[in-house]
Each structure stands twice: as C-alpha cells, then as structure tokens.
C-alpha cells in the first residue's frame, strides 16, 4: 500500500499524521478546501520531510467537486478522513453548517470511494461521542451518549453511517449477492485532547481568531495576544476543581493513525471497529497550566471564571485496545506537550 488521500490534511492532526506517513514511505495527497488552514502548511511539511505533499484545494461537502477529485486519485490505497469542523462553541450557533459540512463530506466521500477500488478508511472521531461518562476510564464499550453539541452529533452519526455501510456489505454477502464492492476496512478513531506540535516548531495547531481550546490560548496568552487566561470554573468535582481531561501529544495521535491503517491491511481485518486514542491519564486545567509555567519559566495571567456551557467534569482513556491490537501507546509526556506547543508559538512569532 504506497497511496494515501488526507482529507483535512493541511489542519492540525491532519498536517501531523502527512509529516508521519511521508516519514514512513507514503505518498500522500491532501484534500482540503482551507476554511481553516492555511497552503503555508505544505511548504512546512516539505520543509520537514524532505517532500511536499500534493495538495489539492477541494470542497468535499461539494459532490461534484469530491467525485471529481477521487476520480483523479482512484489509485488511492487508503482514506484518512479529517475534513470537518470541529469548534464545539461554533457548531451550537451553526448546527446548519456543521451538519451539511460534517455529514454530506463524509457522504460524499464514501459515495466516491464506492467507485473506486479504495475501501480502506481511518475516520476522525473525538471522545465527545461520550459525553460525560458513568464511570472512568472511559472504554470502547462505555456507551455513547446524546451529544451536547451539534459538533459532537455529527461524529456519532458518522460513526451510526459507516458501522450501517458495513453492516449493508455483510447483508449483501448473506444474500449470496455480489457484493457492492469489496468488504470495507474501517476504524473509527475517538482523539481525547490533542494538543502539542512537531518538535520542529514548524507545524503546530492554528486556531482561525480568538481560540476556543485550552491549549492555544495558554500560549497565545503567554505571548501577550491575550491579556489572560480565563479558567472556565473551579468548582468541579475533580481534585482541585477544574475540568480534568486527557491530554496527547499530536505526535503520538499523528503515529497512531499509521498504526491504524496497517493494521487493516494485516490480520484479514474486515468490517468496522473504534479505537480510544488517549494516554489513559487525566490531568486537570491547572496541572496543564502548572505544566507549561514550569517547562517556560513564563508565569501565566489566569482568573478563574464561570463553568463553560457544555463542559463536562472529567474523562480519560482506557487505551489498552490500541496497545493490544495497534501495538500503539501514546509515550510523550504533558511537559513535553506543553513545551511543543510553546515551541510552535513562539516560531509563529518570529513569522509576525
Ligand atoms: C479543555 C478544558 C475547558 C479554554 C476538545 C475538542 C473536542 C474533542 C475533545 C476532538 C475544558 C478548559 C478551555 C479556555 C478553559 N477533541 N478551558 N479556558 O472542550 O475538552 O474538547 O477536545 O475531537 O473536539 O474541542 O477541549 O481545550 O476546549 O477545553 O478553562 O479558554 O480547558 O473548560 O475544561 P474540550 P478545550
């Protein structure tokens, strides 16, 4: 398997798991229509790598245009799917556009490589399909839960879409029918908190205006583009009383989606199957504050404010299926996140 297409791939995850796969021998093309990402990104990932990934500018919630595109590439051995919006706050004002986005670029794509020989697919889920779990460590199994965002809406029904396109191969095989096509390998990958950058500071997470995520505003905060943090409530049941959540190294989530597209060209995988991509260990909003002063030596401006419409407590992984059967696990440590993340944005600065 040489050729891969990165939908999404200029974005954060995206533009982290190009640089893995072209680190690997991969040929790699990117489809992404830079609503918010920038074509700087290619250069960077050429200048990290050695070679430039072939991009091309392309809507995939726009049918024409995505038939158009896989049809160029039918030669494609796998998918890896990252193209949609993913600002919680965003999706709750925008349902609309997150739902037509979201799912008709997933329908599109699919519709695509149905006319291709391609049923190799990585789909990029997040742990909000959980919303806030009964117990913890949260597992494959721990059941998903009505969505508190559009955003998070959309990954379950896109997950409900592939598991029934899969399910709709094996009904047809039951019937002795010639099957739509060859059987689908599909793993639906659930990020917890991506966070972090390559340690050549040349590619990193991008937020479009005022960030929505922790992590970027802790460094855009520490670079003076914000007069402070606000940490969104303290009064949680967690150990100090800020949300808990866990965090990974994009490195490390970039590295677990190599692992997830070989893996289904071994062993005679067939079907569907979902993966938890955390660390399995949960750290609070002040330890990840506590975790960036203390690797910059910057003492950082926070107040803590209000609870955040949406928010939940705590969660964190039970990754043990992805060791087991990626041989995957995250390894990088939230200092080295932290500092990555500090790295990237002070790079960012000089470029200002
Ligand atoms: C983390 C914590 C905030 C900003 C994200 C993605 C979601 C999914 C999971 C991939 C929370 C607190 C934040 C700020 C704060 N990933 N915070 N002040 O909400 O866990 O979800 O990861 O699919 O798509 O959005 O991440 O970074 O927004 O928040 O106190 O200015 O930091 O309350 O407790 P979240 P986040």
Known sequence: ????IVTGGCGFIGSHTVVELQQKGYTVVIADDLSNSTPSVVENIGRITGEKPILEIVDLS???????????HSDADAVIHFAAAKAVGESVSKPLHYYRNNIGSLLNVLDAMERSSCR?????SSCTVYGQPDHLPVTEQTPRKPACSPYGNTKQVCEDVLADLVASCRTDKGKGGALSGASWKILSLRYFNPIGAHPSALIGELPNGEPNNLMPYITQTAAGIRPLLKVFGNDYPTPDGT???DYIHVCDLAEAHVKAMEYM????????DCFNLGT???YSVL???GSFERVTGIKLAYEIAGRRDGDIAQIWADAGKAERLLGWKARRTLDEMTLSAWKWQENLQKKI
Request: glycine content about 10%; charged content about 30%; overall charge positive.
């Open 1 to 4: 398997m040489k050729k891969v």
């Open 62 to 72: 726009d049918r024409t245009a995505c038939l158009r595109f896989f049809k160029v």
């Open 120 to 124: 190799t697919f990585v789909f990029s």
């Open 243 to 245: 949300p808990v959540r």
């Open 265 to 272: 060209q071994e062993n005679g995988f067939e079907g569907m």
């Open 280 to 282: 399995g260990r949960g």
């Open 287 to 289: 330890e990840v504050i």
